[in-house]
């Protein structure tokens, strides 16, 4: 069955450290798409990043980038050079190509403190 | 603005009360969700729905109703509420394609639900 495990439930770090929030994922389909949302604490949700399981390129926006490796069914996202506004709890999520239903993980609440 | 309409943005109610939670999007998006978020379990897939008179469950659907008669409209019904449903509630929508297209799933802004 999918999966999806955020084993870091909470994380703070000093404003301006980098910080990697992890994402591991389980699934038996071939193609499945991965993705990043971000909750702050105003409470919306807001998409970060979408990748599907054929691009495994990494991927950098600013001071976000994304490591996705298969070999180990890991989607991380990196924050460098954090910022206080970067507080917020962040869900990977993962939906198989079978269907479209969508599984979040539990979520990583990431605080930076000035 | 393009956006998904959560009413009403908060509800207390009681135990065995019908009620309904309506979700409107205005960006003519087939794709329609709702997941709720509890402490501790992050956000879980209730329903969702590709497209006009097509719905399907998400991981906890047991106690919710929905429907999909028109495009821009997606409520979501509880016949008959416990307190194990108190919770937050999102509709979200994205265009065709279903979640899996490459376009950003749009969020309301989120039902508190708290059934006593």
């Known amino acids: 069955a999918q999966k999806v495990t955020q084993a870091q439930t909470e994380i703070s770090v000093v404003e301006k450290e980098d910080v990697t929030l992890d994402c591991v994922y389980e699934t038996r389909d071939t193609t499945y798409y991965l993705f990043w949302y971000k909750q702050p604490p105003s409470g919306e949700l807001v998409f970060l990043i979408r990748r599907n399981s054929f691009d495994e390129q990494n991927e950098i926006s600013g001071r976000y980038s994304w490591n996705f490796q298969k070999s180990t069914s890991s989607f991380n996202f990196t924050i460098t050079a954090s910022q206080v506004v970067d507080s917020a709890v962040y869900f990977c999520?993962?939906?198989?190509?079978?269907?479209?239903?969508?599984?979040f993980g539990k979520g990583t609440r990431l605080h930076i403190l000035p | 603005e393009a956006q998904v309409t959560q009413n009403p943005r908060y509800l207390i109610t009681v135990t065995g009360k019908k009620l309904t939670v309506t979700c409107s999007q205005n960006?003519?998006?087939?794709?329609m969700s709702w997941y709720r978020q509890d402490p501790g379990l992050g956000l879980r897939q209730i329903y969702y729905s590709m497209n006009v008179e097509v719905t399907d469950k998400g991981d906890v659907p047991e106690g919710y109703k929905v429907s999909r008669k028109e495009k821009r409209n997606f409520p979501l019904i509880l016949e008959s509420p416990s307190p194990n449903q108190t919770s937050l509630y999102f509709c979200?929508?994205?265009?065709?394609?279903?979640?899996?297209?490459?376009?950003?799933?749009?969020f309301g802004d989120g039902t508190r639900l708290s059934i006593l």
């Open positions: 999520a993962l939906v198989e190509n079978r269907d479209d239903k969508i599984i």
């Open positions: 960006m003519n998006h087939e794709y």
């Open positions: 979200a929508s994205s265009p065709g394609g279903g979640i899996s297209s490459n376009q950003p799933q749009h």
